[in-house]
């Protein structure tokens, strides 16, 4: 019998903040999202984060670590007249978020504006999203990865898809509209499940052929349009693995922007200790296995796996922290512990 959904732990935004400032804040942000005049009065004075074909700008810092240069409006106007741009497609910049002072944060895309200039005049550099996600701290990641996910929307869903007419965004960049059929387009995420499956004392890691070499992952998988989410997690863990879930426990949640947007929910679930056999669909996974509790812990310690000399990692390890598929990894070795 399936278990009920249970929160395992308490994200820092449950507890931290005063709901007062917390709700204003939304209140603002749900304005501007909705309402095109106050987001041109807000995009006045927000920050702005400049990206080159969907690649984030990043500063190296004087503190040795990187960061998410914060441009205001003006600034990013006077560039694009000093480059030979068009100061007013500063206009065409994406409504992200809000800082917990009220300041609208946005992303915009550089264009066809030569990369190393926009690079010189910014004192920093334009970074693959995947190295990006590596290299920064904190709550930039995601907020790197939620404004390039919008920015890729945008440059994909230029017409509607019923009429072919174009779609006309407002002005925060939350729909697309066709005026021609009146159809709203909103911003899509697929929802994926992510599970780390055990069997009490184990637990089972498996990695796609495209994965980088030694990198075994939780296991993950679409849901399919109608089903529940426990629904997709048995289905997927059956057809992947041959094995059949006993029990789930909800972990956490993730925005993932790889390759497109993805809505990724992160569960646990257990299969009985006496029916462990894997059988792998060879279609979508190389290899899955069973990993002991000291192999697991190992893997975590290993921020970047040496290489041999063509580049290839040479040991088994596990996806980054960045990544929830670790968080998971990180729960379940922490479990074991609690356990013993
Ligand atoms: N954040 C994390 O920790 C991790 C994230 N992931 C992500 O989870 C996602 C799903 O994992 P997979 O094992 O690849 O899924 P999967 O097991 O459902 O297999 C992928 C196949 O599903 C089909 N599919 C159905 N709906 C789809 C949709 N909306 N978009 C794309 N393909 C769809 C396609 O045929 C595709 O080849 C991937 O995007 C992957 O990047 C995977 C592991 C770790
Ligand atoms: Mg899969």
Known sequence: MLQPLRILFRPKWMVSRSSASYVSRMRH???????????????????????????????????????????????????????????????????????????AQFSFDVGAIDQAAVEEQCRGTFVDLRKAFFLLRGSEAPLVARGQALLRWHQTNGFCSSTGQPTQRNQSGSQRVCHSSGITYYPKMSPVVIVLVSDGKRCLLGRQSTFPRGMYSALAGFCDIGETMEEALRREIAE?????????QYSGSQHWPFPQSSFMVA?????????????????????ARWFSLEEVQEALTIKVPPRNNKGEPTVFWVPPSYAIANRLIQEWANQQHLKS
């Open 240 to 248: 992947e693995v041959g094995l059949e879930v006993e029990s789930i």
């Open 267 to 287: 569960c646990h679930a257990t299969v009985n200790p006496d029916k462990t056999h894997v059988s792998v669909d060879k279609e979508e996974l190389e290899d």
């Open 29 to 103: 942000l749900n304005k501007i999202k909705e309402e095109d005049e106050a987001c041109r009065a807000a995009l006045q004075s927000g920050n702005i984060f400049l990206y080159h074909k969907l690649a984030p700008l990043l500063r190296w810092t004087d503190s040795g670590i990187y960061q998410l240069p914060a441009l205001q409006t003006k600034d990013v106007e006077e560039i694009l007249e000093k480059l030979g741009g068009d100061k007013e497609m500063v206009k065409e910049s994406i409504l992200i978020n809000c800082t917990e002072q009220n300041e």
